[in-house]
């Protein structure tokens, strides 16, 4: 774990820390860390990434309002090293589509940001025909 003073990047509508090299490359895990953040109290999971030459975390416009913080502002910031599985808690009717159709292994084996958003987009639905309709879509995507 480190903890460091850094002011808050704005490039845009968007807002990332600059993490410095030394702490990236001390955590021993490449380039692309996967860290859980702590910003303002607020505590969230994202990932070390290199973007125009420097190691950023992103801050999204959810974080900066729940951390209530703004791109230009300095702050303290402490990442951990997640070596946690990032897996999402898939739902019942997309876990019985998933292992009916024998692709349970397949979607295990996705990277974790697409099953992620394999489990968003069904569990986003507010009709129950609309998610059945994107289970369906879920397990042709695997089967293609």
Known sequence: M????????Q???????E?????VLGFGAGHRVPVTVTLNGHTYPSTIATMGGRFLVPVSRAVREAAGVAGGEDHDVTLRHDTSPRRPDLPDDLAAALDSAGLREAFDALPPGRAKEHVRTVVDAKKAATRA????????????
Do not use: H, W, Y
């Open 2 to 9: 480190v903890t460091f003073t850094t002011r808050l990047l």
């Open 11 to 17: 490039m845009g509508n968007n807002v990332g820390i």
């Open 19 to 23: 993490v410095p090299e030394d702490v």
């Open 133 to 144: 309709a994107r289970v369906q879509k879920v397990v042709d995507a695997l089967s293609g």
